[in-house]
């Protein structure tokens, strides 16, 4: 696509180019056409000025001539005066073409001056014999002024002869210059405009193709890659449309969202090309199972929504559900396998429950999470719960709070009981809402969980906790940090994968981490976790078993895992002083884990005298209050500066 652009660019220019070139050319021919006429007629102003003194040479000469032959006819004294006046009339002519006239011009006016000059003194020699009355002598320069007029006549026709001659060549010769450049002129004025039809083409063609590019980007941008349905942008234009008309029309419309129930494992087994096909089946599916008037969209995902302009009742889009259900409920036959997906649905109306388009959505999520977590097929969205309201739209709202990024991580230190020093920092992650301000991760988690939100959840901490862990060693601090990970993340086998990714990505060795499981998650399927965990250790990786003795205990299980260390729960710290069966509980799991050669890290450390305690029991590591609450990471940072500055200056014990 981008090789197309370039080329029509590079032709659109090129083009334009030429074409200013032969505009160019075609101007500079006219200019050279019209300074090439302009000197040809100088030079024939020039030649005709040149011959219109020789004329004028000729015209003085016969003057001269006649005058003569009217003085010898009559022979009275008054004819006289007109012989006298006549010679030497011309020589002002020659005296300018001498000085004024071309090469062969000088040439010639010097003979013919030499010649004329002769024939004026003749004629000056008559008129004064026939003064003095010698009629004889008269007659005789008379006669020899006739003859060397002759000489004079055939010279000046000889002159006269060669000019026109010159004249007519000179003619000839610019007739044919021009004849060329009118010739040049058209084929350019032929090249040119052919050239501008290219470049109108050119651009006509190059403007379509911006104007189907921007078509095409308009529809990627609302409409979904893979399956070509519309996107969650192209939703909400329709839904709006939809609700003016239905301000207008006072018809009702409904909202599906749509979650397909067993994706991820099919997903994350058959691979990720399998899973975009049965995607691409599910968009087929659902679009044939709707009316042509409906939306279907996909959001991201497995989540798919469905507008329903003008539909009566909840009743009626209920009936679309089934409809819906049943499409998805048949099995996908994909190479040779046939895979069952099935669906939850949410359903929301407007304006029955649903003000606008954010609620409509809101609401329709709602519902959908509803009957998700009560196994429901289809839920419908009620107003009045507000409890549970509340929670799901919590939830609703945490697949974008991941995209804008509105967690916010805490770091609670970690300290070696023996030496006081900061070993580490557990991560805990906490929702900056925009409406409910700081959530803490009761609030969301468990539900995350049950919706299959932990895994990309998961994935946000460990980035942003390595990005942050990057920060503190370039700022002279290696402080380990430790990730709560979920069950759904110990039962995908990508796991792995992603966590070596995400140690390249920031540059942190894989002993910089330390991933925290729960009992229940390892029970919940001890093939694969255990799997999951050996990869993880084999990648360098440390892992710890969290609220160890809160759930299962079973020692079985903790025996046969590859993990780091065991972390004691607060609700047996916290109270062991005060509390005999903590106490005792507390030294029990002390005993097992340094009898399985691992680390003990307590947390739920309030005071000194139970780090004193836990110090002679043989903990390894403390955590809690003691030391400090969770802090975001500037304040940790400084808190850490402050522990560091006052570790420097205290007194050697």
């Avoid at 006289?80 to 040439?107: F, I, M, Y």
């Avoid at 007659?139 to 000019?163: G, M, P, Y």
């Avoid at 062991?576 to 307590?602: F, K």
Wanted: charged letters at 25%.
């Amino acid at each position: 696509m981008l090789s197309n652009w370039v080329e029509a660019r590079t032709t659109a220019h090129t083009t334009v180019i030429s074409l200013t070139i032969g505009l160019a050319a075609l101007a500079g021919l006219a200019l050279w056409t019209s300074l090439s006429m302009q000197r040809a007629a100088d030079h024939l102003h020039e030649l005709n000025e040149i011959s219109d003194r020789w004329g004028l040479v000729v015209q003085n000469v016969d003057v001269a001539d006649h005058a003569l032959v009217d003085y010898l006819r009559s022979g009275t004294p008054v004819m006289r005066r007109p012989v006298s006046n006549a010679a030497g009339a011309a020589d002002e002519s020659l005296r300018w073409l001498k000085a004024h006239g071309g090469t062969a011009d000088v040439r010639a006016a010097t003979i013919v001056s030499d010649l004329y000059g002769d024939y004026s003194t003749l004629l000056r020699d008559t008129v004064t014999a026939g003064d003095r009355g010698d009629a004889t002598s008269a007659w005789q320069k008379a006669d020899q002024a006739e003859l060397t007029l002759v000489s004079l006549r055939k010279q000046l026709s000889t002159v006269v002869q060669i000019k026109r001659l010159e004249t007519t060549d000179y003619l000839r010769e610019a007739e044919a210059q021009n004849g060329r450049l009118r010739l040049a002129a058209v084929i350019a004025f032929v090249v040119d405009l052919g050239l501008v039809g290219l470049c109108a083409a050119v651009l006509i063609g190059h403007r379509r193709k911006i104007l189907r590019q921007a078509a095409k980007s308009e529809h990627e941008a609302m409409h979904d890659a893979l399956t070509g349905l519309a996107n969650r942008t192209l939703l909400v234009h329709h839904a709006q449309e939809a609700i003016e008309r239905s301000d207008r029309t006072g018809d009702p419309l409904g909202l599906f969202l749509i979650d397909l129930n067993r994706f991820k494992p099919i997903n994350d087994t058959l691979g990720h090309a399998f899973g975009d096909r049965l995607l691409q089946h599910v968009a087929n599916r659902l679009t044939a199972a709707v009316r042509d008037v409906d939306t279907v969209a996909r959001l991201g995902g497995d989540e798919f929504a469905v507008l329903l302009p003008s539909v009566l009742s909840p009743a009626n889009a209920l009936v679309v559900a089934d409809r819906v259900h049943l499409a998805l409920q048949e099995a996908v036959d994909l190479d040779g396998l046939s895979v069952d997906v099935g669906c939850s649905i949410g359903v929301a109306m407007y304006p029955a429950d649903s003000a606008d388009v954010h609620d409509l959505l809101k609401h329709a999520d709602i519902a959908m999470y509803a009957a998700k977590r009560a196994r429901l097929g289809t839920s419908v969205f009620e107003p009045g719960d507000d409890h549970s309201a509340a929670q799901l739209t919590v939830i609703s709202d945490l697949r974008r709070a991941l995209d804008h990024e509105e967690l916010v991580l805490h770091y609670q230190p970690k300290a070696d009981v023996r030496t006081g020093a900061v070993c580490g920092a557990e991560v805990l992650c906490r929702w900056q809402h925009p409406r409910l301000g700081l959530l803490g991760p009761d609030r969301f988690i468990p539900a995350a969980e049950e919706t299959g939100l932990i895994e990309p959840l998961t994935r946000y901490v460990l980035d942003h906790s390595l990005a942050q862990c990057r920060t503190w060693h370039a700022e002279g601090w290696d402080v380990p940090v430790s990730v709560n990970v979920g069950a759904q993340c110990l039962h995908d086998p990508t796991f792995p994968e992603q966590v070596a990714d995400a140690l390249k990505l920031h540059g942190r060795p894989p002993d910089v981490l330390t991933l925290e499981i729960t009992e229940s998650a390892i029970i919940a399927d001890p093939i694969r976790a255990s799997d999951v965990l050996t990869r993880l250790r084999e990648l360098g990786v440390r892992l710890s078993i969290d609220d160890f003795g809160t759930g299962y205990s079973s020692i079985a299980y903790l025996r046969t895992m590859p993990v780091h260390e065991m972390k004691i729960d607060r609700s047996f710290t916290t109270n062991m002083r005060t509390d005999a069966s903590s106490g005792a509980i507390t030294r029990s799991l002390l005993g097992l884990a340094h009898n399985l050669e691992l680390e003990v890290v307590a947390e739920g450390v309030e005071d000194e005298e139970t780090w004193d305690v836990l110090a002679t029991l043989g903990c390894d590591i403390v955590q809690g209050y003691c030391l400090s609450k969770p802090l975001p990471a500037d304040e940790f940072a400084a808190w850490l500066r402050d522990r560091t500055a006052k570790e420097l200056t205290a007194p050697a014990p």
